[in-house]
């Protein structure tokens, strides 16, 4: 099976695709979804929290791996560090 580097690397890139839903949403509502499922189909193993007012947190998850994304980080430095990777097509 998939290396734990491996699945943290898919997590990340989940989480990446998930916050670009929310933020889709974001921009066309002018507020957070109350839900994943508000902001389109939801990326499996992937968890919504909003801690704050206007700030959200994803974390993907696994048996093995989990990666936590905060909103108030930016997104693009953030799934970098799995971005090796995902170049090496690992990730589907």
Known sequence: GPSVAEQEAGLRFGVYLQ???????????GSLPETLEDAGPSIPGVSYAVPAPGVYELTGETDRARVTYRSNQPLREWV???????DEGLVP
């Open 19 to 29: 916050a670009q839903r929310i933020r889709a949403y974001e921009l066309e509502h």
């Open 80 to 86: 970098g560090a799995g971005a090796d990777v995902l």
